[in-house]
């Protein structure tokens, strides 16, 4: 049922003119007045609400901010927080305190996850998958199992620190069990455990592909960019199924805009076609992110135009008293460029919807399609 708000929105995004607005209105207001009270639901359909996984929505209350801290308080704990002296307890100890964490809260998100308590549940479940990088680097630190030009990459809690192409079996074990979780218990923080390896799994990847030779700037940032690409395809494609129960795009996403944008970023160039072809990207990523309904994508653009605006002003204004004053006026501009988004948003995504052709209007996840 759409509301007046949702009528409002569509005559001022210009889909619907003052007559037809007004016609529109009356005949839904007509609809509303003749339609039926609602029969009390059944036993059976009361029954069915209480087993759908999105019965529970997500809120931002005390509840909710206790349960996700609690999780995360867990996952830093036995990761970029544990210290050198629980390193030192071996790989044998590592692996059987790792598997035991995963087992207990798995234990205990499933027996949640029965009781229809699905964030809690889900939760824990993510915490489970995040001791895999534990419980693998305890496996093969106990049998030197790190492979031929990526040795020893040090202690655990240098997983969360350093690029090392040690980290990437550890990376792809954690992958796969978000990916097996996510097929018993679709919770979306799930994906954030997942990509997040598949974040610093592109990193890694370059040290792995090199042989562990650092220098090899130009492969590395090669690499996070590819790798950030096939992300976002994913979280696109993700976006298009859009399964029930939760946003399971918004991390893909995320990690996929920061290792395109990211490698993009870090391609220093002094010639001046490159780096307009660097701002021209930039705002495609606004308009993609009106494409797919996406604002991450917005704000990486925003930031890569202002960064490209930085450096031509250093360029123009070098030495030159007015510099401060054109990176204050970029500035300005940067926040007026925001406004001028924000208040075009609906527009320009009802312009989109009447003017993409339907093979491209197919391809916009049906998020993206709402005006309003």
């Keep these: 049922m759409f509301s007046e708000a949702d009528l409002e929105a569509a005559r001022a995004a210009g889909v619907l003119d003052e007559a037809g607005y007004l016609k529109l209105k009356a005949f839904l207001a007509g609809r509303v007045s003749l339609q039926p009270a609602p029969a009390a639901p059944s036993q059976t359909q009361s029954q069915s609400q209480n087993q759908d996984p999105a019965a529970e929505k997500p809120r931002f209350d005390v509840t909710h901010v206790l349960w996700y801290t609690g999780a995360l308080l867990v996952m830093t704990a036995m990761g970029m927080f544990s210290t050198t002296a629980f390193a030192a307890l071996g790989g044998g100890a590592l692996t059987v305190t790792g598997l035991l964490y995963a087992a207990g809260f798995l234990a205990l998100g499933n027996h949640l996850w029965g009781k229809n308590l699905r964030t809690p549940g889900g939760l824990a479940i993510a915490v489970a998958v995040s001791m895999v990088p534990l419980s693998v680097y305890g496996i093969q630190d106990a049998f030197d ?16 620190e350093y690029i090392r192409g040690g980290w990437v079996i550890m990376e792809v074990a954690t992958v796969i069990a978000a990916l097996l979780a996510l097929r018993f218990w679709p919770f979306p923080f799930i994906v954030f455990v997942g990509t997040f390896a598949l974040w610093f799994m592109s990193m890694d990847l370059a040290i792995w592909f090199t042989g562990g030779r650092f220098e090899e700037y130009d492969t590395r940032r090669e690499v996070s960019m590819f790798f950030g690409l096939a992300m976002i395809l994913v979280a696109w494609l993700t976006d298009l199924r859009r399964p029930r ?124 399609r709402v005006v309003g």
Excluded: Q
């Design 245 to 368: 129960g939760g946003d399971f795009a918004f991390w893909l996403h995320l990690f996929g805009v920061m290792c395109f944008w990211g490698g993009l970023s870090l391609h220093a160039s002094d010639n001046n076609l490159a780096k307009a072809l660097y701002c021209l990207i930039n705002i495609g990523l606004i308009f993609l992110g009106v494409f797919l309904g996406r604002r991450v994508y917005a704000v990486f653009g925003t930031i890569g135009i202002m960064l490209y605006l930085g450096d031509l002003s250093w360029r123009v204004f070098d030495n030159v008293l007015l510099f401060s004053f054109a990176l204050s006026g970029i500035g300005v501009g940067v926040i007026a460029l925001g406004l001028l988004v924000h208040r075009n948003e609906a527009r320009l995504a009802a312009w989109m919807a009447r003017n993409l052709p339907p093979g491209l209007s197919a391809l916009r996840p049906a998020h993206a």
């Design 145 to 160: 199992m790190w492979g031929t030009g990526n040795a020893n990459p040090g202690h655990y809690r240098d997983f969360f």
